[in-house]
Nanobody, 123 residues
């Protein structure tokens, strides 16, 4: 059963923007954190950003601060990743993930994953 579904990936030029969405169809009780990770070919899966279920506190990797933003729409059970000022090094498969309780930036801490959406930044 796949509960997290990402969308919004595609091709963008350097300096352009994309907005990714992650819809969560699972009924989740208690506190949890949702996060974005990305993985380029031949590289490790890296943390991008996260948001908590209670206060909506957000966290971002230093490499994307000032360019990316994480947000949510609780009524739609959807998390977003707004990506601005895109760079070629942002090219990767972007994954949505969820874990119980609080924030963590390690992919091993997350128990539920989507299948990813491809983002390509190229001129």
């Amino acid at each position: 059963q796949v509960y997290l579904v990402e969308s919004g990936g595609g091709l963008a030029q350097p300096g352009g923007s994309l907005r990714l969405s992650c819809v969560d169809s699972e009924r989740v009780r208690g506190l949890y954190t949702m996060a974005w990770f990305r993985q380029a070919p031949g590289k490790a899966r890296d943390f991008v950003g996260a948001i908590t279920s209670t206060t909506g506190e957000t966290f971002l990797a230093g490499s994307v601060q000032g360019r990316f933003m994480v947000s949510r729409d609780s009524a739609k059970k959807t998390m977003y990743l707004q990506m601005n000022s895109l760079k070629p090094e942002d090219t990767a498969v972007y994954y949505c993930a969820r874990k119980p309780l609080g924030y963590n930036d390690s992919p091993g801490a997350y128990s539920t994953w989507g299948r990813g959406t491809q983002v390509t930044v190229s001129s």
